[in-house]
T-cell receptor
């Protein structure tokens, strides 16, 4: 079974530039999560999708971050414009979404460095 | 104070040593995850448990629901076990994980 795919793996940009990350969840997984993990901290949930609908985006900085999952499968996360404090690993995870206790499967992450 | 606390924050060990990482949480949970994160950033789920004990190879995870405490043990540690180990709690009636800040483990040959 293929895992959660993310690209790119690494990205370096200058502040005020834009960047986009892509995630392809495990086939059949209805729930998709985007996390931000700043160095030395645990992951922080940015947004959660159930199929193509947003379940929770309460911690997404909506002035600069946006995410979509138009067809309920893969998803993109965009930052525009980037700030220095956005430097982090962006993790995508997916789960079947049928039960509260469903295991989340994580992708390899995208490490973003903002200069 | 974080709802999920891990200790120690950093841990070094010699190859072959027995390792214990602890996790305490302050909320009622339906499950607790132990995750492994390698330097590249990707996370692998090691265990999800809601009671008792689970074992997989050299890894053992235990949880005491009454005491709100879980431990991850690594027997006969190896340099390839070097990683950050993260405890994540799943509160009741939600699918949103609460993550600890992780324990950075380095195992030297």
């Amino acid at each position: 079974e293929a895992g959660v795919a993310q690209s790119p793996r690494y990205k370096i940009i200058e502040k005020r530039q834009s960047v986009a990350f892509w995630c392809n969840p495990i086939s059949g997984h209805a729930t998709l999560y985007w996390y931000q993990q700043i160095l030395g901290q645990g992951p922080k949930l940015l947004i959660q999708f159930q199929n193509n609908g947003v379940v929770d985006d309460s911690q997404l900085p909506k002035d600069r971050f946006s995410a979509e999952r138009l067809k309920g499968v893969d998803s993109t996360l965009k930052i525009q414009p980037a700030k220095l404090e956005d430097s982090a690993v962006y993790l995508c995870a997916s789960s079947l979404g049928l039960l509260d206790g469903d295991t989340q499967y994580f992708g390899p992450g995208t490490r973003l460095t903002v200069l | 104070k974080n709802e999920v606390e891990q200790s120690p924050q950093n841990l070094t060990a010699q190859e072959g040593e027995f390792i214990t990482i602890n996790c305490s949480y302050s909320v009622g949970i339906s499950a607790l995850h132990w995750l492994q994160q390698h330097p590249g950033g990707g996370i692998v789920s090691l265990f999800m448990l809601s009671s008792g004990k689970k074992k997989h190879g050299r890894l053992i995870a235990t949880i005491n629901i009454q005491e709100k405490h879980s431990s991850l043990h690594i027997t006969a540690s190896h340099p390839r076990d070097s990683a950050v180990y993260i405890c994540a709690a799943l509160p009741n009636n939600t699918d949103k994980l609460i993550f600890g800040t992780g324990t950075r483990l380095q195992v030297f040959p």
